[in-house]
């Protein structure tokens, strides 16, 4: 058997497909080992020409997580970019907007706003919304995926990139668009399993150039933030960071406490209502389980 390296390019659960020195190979994991995922570069020890096994995995530059009811689940690595798509029509969700910011500051991973369908008439209003995540430092592009989805392209030169938002905001058109060529799109593959079961793909990486790559999870609404700890949360709102050591109570929650520095910002205004709500719903749902 031959040892090599490659990157995972699709995961169907605790199967993998590994590119490896310009073929690709179907892989297993060493015994139940399953904490790998798309966008991975791993360590393979080579059967035949079709078949690997999974030793480890390099050290990853970042993870993300798919949301789930009761624990993360790791969905891609090696992500240095995330698209975050909406659109006027249908009613974006603006909660989802601030976690999907949150999972990037806390991946140090650079977040982009691409606001979809632009020759809907009522994108104005929705760009006039959007302006405090601009306010904030994001970076946030218009374009129609349908029309002319060029402004994209230079955001996504050297970068391996994701797709998340709300379902119908175009996250299919736009992946479409970028990926003609990909004619088994990764929602049409599955594979059959030993025990003749078949198994979809939750995600899978596509070349756009030597240097570009998108990580396809179709039905990505938005990243798990289970993993995080509540107490860490205002480190990840960047307007909030400032305030950090500033509460009265060192363990302030921001929810309740006298003299606390952060909820004193949102009542002159200088902190948006709307992030201050987000952060405590959020430091609600993180806060850990007392019995
Ligand atoms: P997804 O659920 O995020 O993958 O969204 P889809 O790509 O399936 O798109 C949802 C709907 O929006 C479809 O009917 C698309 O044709 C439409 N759509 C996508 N991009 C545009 C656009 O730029 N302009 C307009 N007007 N409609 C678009
Ligand atoms: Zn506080």
Known sequence: MTASTGQIIRSHGRRFIVEADGR?????TRGKRVDFACGDFVDILIQNQEQAVIERSRERSSLLYRQ??????????????????IAAVPSPNEE???RCLIAAE?????PVIVVNKCDLPETPALLAKLQLYVKLGYQLVTLSAKQDFSPLLPLLQGHTSVLVGQSGMGKST?????????????????????SGRHTTTHAALYHLDESSHLIDSPGLQEFGLKHLQAADLIHYFPEMRQYIGQCRFHNCTHRVEPNCAIMAAAETGAISR???DLLQRLTQDLAPVRL
């Open 68 to 85: 789930d009811d009761w624990k993360a689940k790791v969905i891609a690595a090696n992500v240095s970019r995330i698209l975050f798509v």
């Open 274 to 276: 709307h992030r201050l």
């Open 96 to 98: 989802l907007l601030g």
């Open 106 to 110: 806390a991946g140090d991973i650079e």
């Open 174 to 194: 736009l992946t479409n668009a970028l990926l003609p060529d990909a004619n088994a799109r990764i929602g049409d593959i599955s594979i059959a399993l030993d």
């Open 24 to 28: 690709t190979y179907d892989c297993t």
